[in-house]
């Protein structure tokens, strides 16, 4: 029988993940132990994950299975004497091998047709949450010991961490050495931000409602800002990684551009992936390139944080951080005024923002209509200090949104004040759902990647991001690094960016 | 007529009295942070996704009634509409208004929802009809909640108006009746409303714990030998049983060929596994109270000669079944799945949460109707 008849639309309407082997490669990693194993174990209290499912942890120092289980348990066993660890933890086991070592990949496929021969499903899932520098050897070892080959009936996946390439050659290079060894329509390249509810609810907002989609465009909006705060620095070691990169490969090329090409899309022909995906792709190759230094200056701001106070407590700048260069040229701080060059969107700047060590963390999207003509009340003196009508999509945290407008003033004058309506995930539903790796993870079970970036996704990101690193990092005349103090909402520098066509950053 | 008898003390647990023209004024008041309102310095968010009507004829269960209210609006933010309806007496009114709130799961703020209550003497069609639309919030779903017995209260004029229709048919005495009414009411309105049974929400954790065991390909492969299904419920369960023989049945596209001796044990007809029999056996080992996992106790499929597979509590009651694959084609394996018990609440605010078609239950509606009958 080909399918299980017992499903019922009415009980599970996503698509229903098929038993498997989880191979994670990184597997003594933090992503890992905080976020790979514990998301698997909660789907398991949950009773959502297929039956035959095992996970092989794939890394370099030596373990024994018990061992690798005694590792995982602090961060995912809810209880002494949990009887679903117990067992969950019987489906995890370590294999222990060199990246580089042809033979431990040779073991490890001997080892998952053994687990095939005793009742496995032929089907795999290949996780890179290595550090990236391994992924070519990673992926090269797959092919060359035949593990990227689809046993009879089952087949074989691939999902990979970002960040994916530091740059376009790299992301091209990754790229295809990925597509040598699985076909595109096996290979997941996660973006956590696209498993979170809100993310998701972009498109039911806008193509479930007839109310925004009809306003959706140049005629009504007059400006979208995205902004991403986080109010932590450079704790945990994190410098290091961090000041090789900069906010602007680390969130912007991902997250933010994917959370741009969602509020910016057209509607997409089907709810597929690829229906979903052609249509976000058509909006990155419509980001009007910022091309030689000059561009750049007109539309972007880098910065670092100086020393200041955050939460109360005094910081240092981020030059003196923990494992970073104390000369150090890497952002904290970026602001961009995108342009997308479509009939759509002609004309409405979309201004996007990522800071360390800002006053508090949170990413929102803001969609900022137009005023309404300045005839009778807005024409009443100071009518136009008051915000128009802001649509926000709270992404984290406090997930939700918001719409506001203006309101009369309770009395005999016809004064304005603005309001707002607000819906709340929390206050709504009671929660904002399962956290975004479960969600993932499940996902690529079931082979639906639409919540995955397709390979001319990505690389269409760094097309984009490139100019600008080019323009900071290989011109005569680069663009100046701005400062702000830490616990600020960053340089008057961003003010003035938007300042140019009157605008100002929404106060979060 | 005999006068009705109502225990004043159980009226207590329904908040402030109020006069029916005030209760708008109250709730108002309420949440604008008048006297009664939360201590909040950060304030009070009204939560309402839908209107909940509770109808009940018994008049001892309101203190009970208003804790799974306010259990099951945790899950499920509604306007709970509570009717305590008393058929005898003169046509009169009281009615009650209280506020179930909460602190947000991040600790911000406090979340807030209002139950509105009445009791209704003299109740008819007519009172009960009118105080029920009155009183809702407008645009929201209507949920209606019958406790007990369907009575004459249930007519044209009250379900063409609802969006769901909640019932227990384990509280039904004359549950072959009950469903040929409740059928009647469906087709005539056209299905406009959705119904589902508490009974047949009961059987959801083994339901789905069947699908997972067939996600399978060895076990979905033997089901082609299928011989029979095994389901242990538990006392005053009886009809989850029922519902979970007449949606395997459904599932297979089987059709009941025979009853065999006074047990419950069916024998159903598909073209692709041939017959197969469905048995259910009360477990007279188990009280309801102890049962860990709502109705039923445990489900045996026994597939001829490609083996058996069990899903059921091996030892202590937990919160998860052990189902157990024993198929001549693989080695012995378990898994554990959930089954936590669940209130009655929970069972409403799943419903409430899960909305859909329900299309599953009313497949399998004309079997368990025969099921009944036999």
């Known amino acids: 029988m080909d399918t299980n008849p017992f499903h019922e639309d009415d009980l599970d309407l996503r698509n229903r993940p098929e038993p498997c082997t989880v191979v994670i490669f990184g597997a003594t990693g933090d992503l890992t132990h905080r976020k790979l194993i514990p998301a698997l174990y909660n789907l398991a209290m949950k009773g959502d994950l297929p039956a035959g499912l095992n996970v092989i942890g794939f890394a370099r120092r030596e373990k024994s299975d018990e061992e690798f289980r005694k590792d995982l348990e602090g961060e995912t066993k809810k209880n002494q004497g949990d009887a679903l660890w117990e067992q969950f933890s019987k489906t995890i086991f370590y294999h222990q091998s060199e990246f580089q070592d042809l033979a431990g990949y040779e073991r490890l496929r001997d080892r998952l047709d053994e687990m095939d021969r005793e009742g496995g499903t032929g089907n795999r899932l290949y996780y890179l949450a290595s550090a990236p520098e391994f992924f070519d050897d990673i992926l090269t070892h797959l092919r060359n010991a035949g593990l990227n080959e689809p046993r009879e009936q089952g087949w074989s996946r691939v999902v990979v961490e970002k960040p994916f390439g530091v740059d376009l050659p790299s992301a091209k290079h990754l790229n295809q050495i990925v597509s040598e060894t699985f076909p595109e329509r096996d290979t997941y390249r996660i973006d956590h931000y696209l498993g979170k509810e809100t993310a998701q609810n972009i498109m039911v907002l806008r193509f479930a409602n007839s109310l925004f989609e009809l306003l959706w465009n140049n005629r009504c909006i007059d400006q979208v800002q995205i902004t991403c705060a986080e109010h932590l620095g450079m704790e945990g070691g994190r410098g290091g990684y961090y000041d090789t990169a900069g906010a602007l490969r680390d969130m912007v090329q991902n997250h933010l551009l994917q959370l741009l090409s969602l509020i910016a899309m057209e509607p997409p022909a089907d709810l597929s992936a690829d229906g979903v995906r052609d249509e976000k792709v058509k909006v990155l190759k419509c980001l009007r390139p910022m091309i030689g230094e000059k561009a750049v200056a007109e539309n972007v701001v880098r910065a670092q944080y100086t020393a200041g106070t955050v939460n109360g407590q005094p910081v240092v700048g981020y030059r003196r951080e923990n494992r970073v260069n104390p000369g150090s040229m890497t952002e904290s701080y970026v602001a961009l005024r995108i342009m997308i060059d479509n009939w759509r969107w002609e004309g409405v700047p979309f201004y996007v923002r990522m800071g360390k060590r800002l006053p508090k963390k949170s990413t929102e999207i803001s969609i900022h209509f137009k005023q309404a003509p300045k005839v009778l009340f807005n024409a009443l003196p100071g009518a136009g200090d008051t915000p128009g009508n802001v649509l926000v999509i709270r992404i984290q945290p406090n997930e939700g949104i918001s719409l506001g407008m203006r309101s009369k003033l309770p009395g005999p004058a016809a004064r304005l004040q603005p309001v707002k309506m607000d819906f709340d995930y929390q206050t709504s539903f009671g929660g904002s759902g399962p956290e975004a790796y479960q969600r993932l993870l499940l996902d690529a079970m079931a082979g639906d990647a639409t919540l995955f970036a397709r390979r001319d996704e990505v690389e269409q990101a760094w097309s984009f991001i490139d100019e600008i690193e080019n323009a900071w990092h290989k011109s005569a005349n680069p663009p100046p690094m701005a400062e702000f103090p830490a616990g600020s909402w960053g340089p008057k520098e961003a003010d003035e960016l938007l300042k140019e066509r009157d605008h100002v950053w929404r106060r979060l | ?374």
């Open chain 2, 1 to 374: 007529m005999a006068t009705a008898v109502i225990d004043e003390s159980e009226l207590q647990s329904l908040g402030s009295e109020v006069a029916v023209g005030d209760i708008d004024a109250e709730l108002y008041r309420f949440f604008s942070g008048g006297e009664g309102a939360p201590d909040n310095p950060v304030g009070i968010a009204r939560a309402s996704l839908l209107n909940l009507a509770v109808y009940t004829e018994d008049s001892a269960s309101v203190s009970h009634l208003t804790a799974t209210i306010e259990e099951l609006t945790r899950e499920a933010a509604c306007r709970a509409i509570l009717i305590l309806a008393e058929p005898a007496g003169s046509p009169a009114v009281r009615s009650w208004v209280q506020a179930h709130c909460r602190l947000s799961e991040r600790g911000e703020k406090t979340v807030c929802t209002e139950q509105v209550s009445f009791l209704l003497t003299g109740a008819n069609a007519s009172l009960v009809r009118n105080t029920v639309f009155a009183h809702l919030d407008s645009d929201l779903p209507l949920i209606f909640w019958w406790r007990g017995e369907l009575s004459d209260v249930f007519e044209e004029r009250l379900y063409s108006r609802l969006d769901r229709f909640i019932f227990d048919s384990s509280q039904w005495s004359q549950p072959g009746d009950q469903f040929l009414r409740l059928s009647a009411a469906v087709k005539e309105s056209g299905n406009s409303f959705v119904t589902h049974d508490l009974a047949y929400t009961r059987s959801h954790p083994m339901r789905t714990a069947i699908a997972r065991v067939f996600d399978d390909p060895v076990a979905r492969q033997a089901l082609g030998q299928l011989e029979s299904f095994e389901i242990d419920y538990v006392p005053s369960q009886r009809i989850s049983a029922l519902w979970l023989a007449a949606w395997i049945a459904g599932r297979l596209g089987a059709t009941l060929e025979s009853k065999m001796s006074s047990l419950d044990r069916f024998v159903f007809q598909t073209e692709k596994q041939g017959n197969f029999s469905v048995t259910c056996r009360e477990d007279a080992a188990v009280s309801e109270g102890e049962s860990p996992c709502d109705s039923l106790r445990g489900v045996r499929i026994n597939l001829g000669a490609a083996g058996a597979i069990s899903i059921g509590h091996d030892g202590d009651p937990s919160d998860f079944w052990r189902i157990r694959w024993q198929l001549a084609e693989a080695s012995d394996r378990e898994k554990l799945f959930p089954c936590r018990a669940r209130s009655e609440a929970d069972l409403v605010a799943e419903i409430l949460i899960r909305a859909g078609r329900n299309r599953a239950m009313g497949d399998a509606m004309p079997t368990l109707r025969q099921l009944i009958v036999l």
